[in-house]
Every structure is written in structure tokens, then in C-alpha cells.
């Protein structure tokens, strides 16, 4: 069993930056396919970054430069961090790992970006 716990979301100001934690726990033998995506009202849900085999990071273009996806072995946790942040990055944020061919997914935590 695996489980996702999310942390770090709330209400920032354009330009504003937050940075959102993902702590895994169960029974994980690989911490390598982590990423993070996003859900905003009325849309599907996006991939926003990944951290995937190899320590290769890949981001959606619209977050490209401004995000960045890291994470801890020790403490089995994975990062996202959120800089320059704009309205439209408002949504609900998902960590995910992906291990044995099965998905994982945290409960989501809010992100507003509003003045």
C-alpha cells in the first residue's frame, strides 16, 4: 500500500511563490516515476512536472522557468516549488507516483493565485 500526503497549498498574490511538499509512505521499492499535476475548474487534468528515471525533469511549457520539481529520498518526499506564479496557475495540485505499472495519487491541495 501506498500513500501520498500533500501539504504547502493556499492562497498566494500574482508573483507570489509557494511551495507545495508530497511525503510517501507504504510499501515503495522505487521513488524515480514522481510528478505533480494540476486540475483547475472546468478542465482536464495536466501533467505539470516530472522527476522520472534518471533524475530527468520534464515541465509543461507554461510552467517552464518558473516551477521547479525536486525531491528527498531520505525523507521520501517530492517538491514542487512555485515561483512568479500567475492567476491561471490556480488549480488543484496532485502528486502522483507511478510504480509497478499502478498510479498513485495524493488527495490534492488547493492553489488560488489572486490579489
Known amino acids: 500500500q501506498v500513500q501520498l500526503v500533500e501539504s504547502g497549498g493556499g492562497l498566494v498574490q500574482p508573483g507570489g511563490s509557494l511551495r507545495l511538499s508530497c511525503a510517501a509512505s507504504?510499501?515503495?521499492?522505487?521513488?524515480?516515476?514522481m510528478a505533480w499535476y494540476r486540475q483547475a475548474p472546468g478542465k482536464q487534468r495536466e501533467l505539470v512536472a516530472i522527476?522520472?528515471?534518471?533524475?530527468?525533469?520534464n515541465y509543461a511549457d507554461s510552467v517552464k522557468g518558473r516551477f521547479t520539481i525536486s525531491r528527498d529520498n531520505v525523507k521520501s518526499t517530492v517538491y514542487l516549488q512555485m515561483n512568479s506564479l500567475k492567476p491561471e496557475d490556480t488549480a488543484v495540485y496532485y502528486c502522483?507516483?507511478?510504480?509497478?505499472?499502478?498510479?498513485?495519487w495524493g488527495q490534492g491541495t488547493q492553489v488560488t493565485v489572486s490579489s
Open positions: 522527476d522520472a528515471s534518471g533524475g530527468t525533469r
Open positions: 507504504g510499501s515503495i521499492s522505487s521513488f524515480n516515476g
Open positions: 502522483r507516483l507511478m510504480q509497478f505499472g499502478s498510479l498513485y
